[in-house]
């Protein structure tokens, strides 16, 4: 019996230890056993004390309650206490019935793959104290009043005697010591590049509308009932400041302004409902030349790429790489996270003391478990991006080339004839494309220029758009036409590919979404080098 246990003790390690008694562990044994397996054991009373059987989840400290179990028999004629085990196959099977939880394990058993046994273990008994004194226990256990549950999984069912014992199969220690010096050195070789990359994407996620954050007296105005002819907003510009409207840019929303670019450079922000001027800027202003710089060091690593194109290449190859590394971060964090299964920074302790490390070991495991899914959808996504096989991938998946670049058609010079107004080409521009809005319109500088009007299409979801429709400048007569719907298959899986990327796929929830994660991955970064910091100190 004391060899039986010994081998038992020796071969799982008991876990959770707040559902035993107070036990003064062996720590070189429980090094040893917590390596191989992690098993839950469930043992009946052998006073005839009912055996558990509502096993609570994983991580919980409720106590389980002592339930009939339907295994066996609470009282037996022979006096004896123990409770009996079924005497035919045909009583085990009626019994099984009824135990959905374990018909697995069950059924492995009844195939005849043991691989674990359980001692009956009788209470008072003298031999079994001094084996448990063998397991590394330095007092004896009380007599079993209940079951004890151990830990939770019901991947493997086996009996003997009297005993029960489920046994989860864990990730072996070679596995897991090679699954987390991956994780390691990976994270140490990409640490810097993919903090660049956290801090800069939670800025760009939000790249479209920092500038009405950032200048809202210039953005925002009070929406009325009706909107102003455009012709009437074309000739308040021009003649509030002297030079001609080459591009008008109309706002998704209803309570933005709308834009206008002059041909000497002064971009004008006029009030749609009323036509007041809110202001003016010329070139680019600190803003803008900030968030340039934050777009190009995500994509290239160098603020300016026209200064260093040689090192804007090289850095736009670094990034792609460190999107592959944070790839394979991803599923490797989530199987070294599956041990623990930590959800939560665990910041209560005695006299609210607790060591400064494990706040960011356990950080470092909830942040991740939760960003890790939308972490590999911007790895993913951004990979396709950055490598120059991507579009490629896209393009021979969808059997489709890419479209034709637009080319610029003249319009039909018409002597003494008046170019058609702004109101006229938007009207145009609606009956070509009838399911879409007008987005930006450029007006022609040239007696053989065309009207360009940019159209968004219900199903684009990026800031940019695709579709377009050019107008003779005299006659009216649609000149080309372009529908995003209609060309490419694979040209519209890169565009959905990068509105994904970018979050501009469900608008300002996924940029929410797409900023925070990428937040995420900046702390994870600084977490992980404090915990791999720990461990080289120790």
Request: net charge positive; charged share 15%; hydrophobic share 45%.
């Amino acid at each position: 019996m004391a060899e039986g246990v010994r081998k038992f003790a020796n071969a799982v390690t008991l876990f959770p230890q707040q559902y035993l008694p107070p036990i003064q562990w062996n720590k070189a044994l429980h090094r040893r056993t917590e390596r191989n397996a992690r098993i839950t054991v469930g043992i009946a009373d052998m006073r005839g004390n009912p055996l558990a059987s509502n096993i609570p989840p994983a991580n919980t400290s409720t106590e389980p309650a002592s339930l009939s179990h339907p295994l066996f028999k609470e009282r037996t004629s022979n006096g004896s206490g123990l409770p009996p085990y079924p005497h035919n196959l045909r009583s085990l099977w009626s019994r099984l019935v009824t135990c959905r939880h374990q018909i697995v394990g069950i059924a492995l058993t009844l195939v005849g793959r043991p691989i674990l046994a359980a001692a009956c273990v009788r209470a008072g008994s003298s031999t079994i104290h001094k084996s448990r004194l063998k397991c590394g226990c330095s007092q004896n256990w009380p007599p079993y009043k209940a079951t004890r549950v151990l830990t939770v999984s019901l991947i493997r069912l086996h009996t003997w005697g009297r005993a029960i014992v489920y046994r989860q199969k864990m990730l072996s220690p070679t596995a897991r010591k090679i699954v987390l010096t991956v994780h390691l050195y990976l994270g140490l070789a990409a640490g810097i590049f993919l903090a660049i990359l956290g801090l800069t994407g939670s800025v760009m996620a939000f790249e479209g509308d920092l500038d009405h954050w950032l200048h809202p007296d210039l953005w925002y105005v009070t929406p009325g009932q009706k909107l102003l002819p455009e012709n009437d907003l074309v000739s308040i510009a021009q003649n509030r400041f002297h030079s001609r409207v080459l591009v008008v840019q109309f706002p998704r929303a209803s309570n933005l302004a709308q834009l206008m670019q002059m041909t000497d450079g002064t971009a004008v922000y006029l009030n749609p409902y009323d036509g007041s001027v809110l202001g003016s800027k010329v070139g680019q202003n600190n803003s803008d030349r900030v968030l340039g710089y934050i777009h190009q060091i995500h994509l290239r690593l160098v603020p300016d790429p026209r200064s260093a194109p040689q090192l804007a290449e090289m850095g736009k190859i670094v990034v792609s790489c460190a999107g592959l590394v944070l790839l394979l971060l991803a599923p490797t964090g989530v199987i070294l996270w599956w041990r623990a299964k930590r959800l939560t920074v665990q910041f209560k302790a005695a006299n609210f003391k607790i060591p400064w490390h494990r706040v960011f070991h356990d950080s470092h495991q909830a942040i991740g478990i939760y960003a890790a899914l939308f972490l590999a959808i911007a790895s993913f996504t951004g990979i396709l991006i950055g490598f120059g096989f991507g579009e490629k991938f896209f393009y021979a998946v969808t059997k489709s080339s890419p479209p034709p670049r637009p080319q610029p058609v003249p319009s039909t010079l018409a002597p003494q004839a008046p170019s058609i107004m702004a109101d006229e080409v938007l009207d145009i521009a609606r009956h070509a494309l009838p399911n879409a809005t007008p987005s930006v319109m450029v007006r022609p500088m040239r007696p053989t220029g065309s009207y360009t009007v940019l159209m968004r299409v219900p199903e684009e979801t990026s800031d940019a758009v695709h579709s377009s429709v050019a107008i003779d400048q005299y006659s009216g007569k649609v000149l080309a036409v372009h529908n995003f719907l209609t060309e490419s298959a694979g040209y519209r899986a890169i565009r959905f590919n990068r509105s994904i990327h970018t979050g501009d796929i469900f608008g300002l929830a996924s940029h929410i979404v797409v900023s925070l994660s990428s937040l995420a991955l900046a702390a994870m970064v600084l977490t992980g080098f404090v915990i791999w910091w720990k461990k080289l100190a120790e």
